[in-house]
């Protein structure tokens, strides 16, 4: 079945902001992010019947974007070069600008290790439950909370919050 340029065109603006910032908080700076935010795109056009699956289609764009960052940040070239020292030049989309009091919890969850930052995007920016990201990351729910756990003890020791974090 041919692909329905107008259906895709709405698809992606749908899903764009998602993909775009888990790409952002993984790979720190803006061309990095776009390009990787493309190349899902690129690669979710091989995939008709995504556009026929809402929830099934955005868990797919998340973990193939995380998957592409993983990828990207193992890279030679990658590993070579300087990332740009300020994330602060985000794109003009004023809708993906962090506010100010937002801007110090973002800069410490992109300072997360990658096996955390998926996670807690996931859980605090798209409001998925355990549960759901368990599914979609295909890990168990229980490792979920483990790693969400974890992810906020270095958040609080990171923004000099408290240590000793409950559950």
Not at 112 to 127: A, C, S
Request: glycine fraction near 4%; aromatic fraction near 10%.
């Amino acid at each position: 079945m041919p692909l329905d340029e107008v259906e895709f065109a709405q698809f992606y603006a749908r899903h764009v902001e998602t993909v775009y910032r888990v790409c952002y908080i993984r790979m720190k700076n803006q061309m990095d992010a776009e390009d990787i935010t493309q190349e899902t795109f690129l690669r979710a056009m091989q995939h008709p019947e995504l556009l026929e699956n809402e929830a099934h289609a955005k868990g797919w764009l998340i973990v193939t974007a995380s998957n592409l960052c993983k990828n990207a940040l193992r890279s030679w070239v990658r590993t070579r070069r300087e990332d740009t020292p300020a994330w602060s030049e985000t794109p003009d989309d004023s809708a993906s600008l962090p506010d100010a009091g937002e801007s110090k919890v973002l800069s410490a969850v992109m300072e997360l290790p990658d096996q955390y930052k998926t996670v807690v995007y996931l859980f605090y920016y798209e409001g998925y439950s355990g549960a759901e990201i368990a599914r979609t990351l295909q890990k168990k729910e229980t490792t979920v909370r483990s790693m969400l756990h974890r992810a906020r003890k270095l958040l609080y020791k990171s923004l000099g919050g408290e240590q000793n974090v409950g559950t």
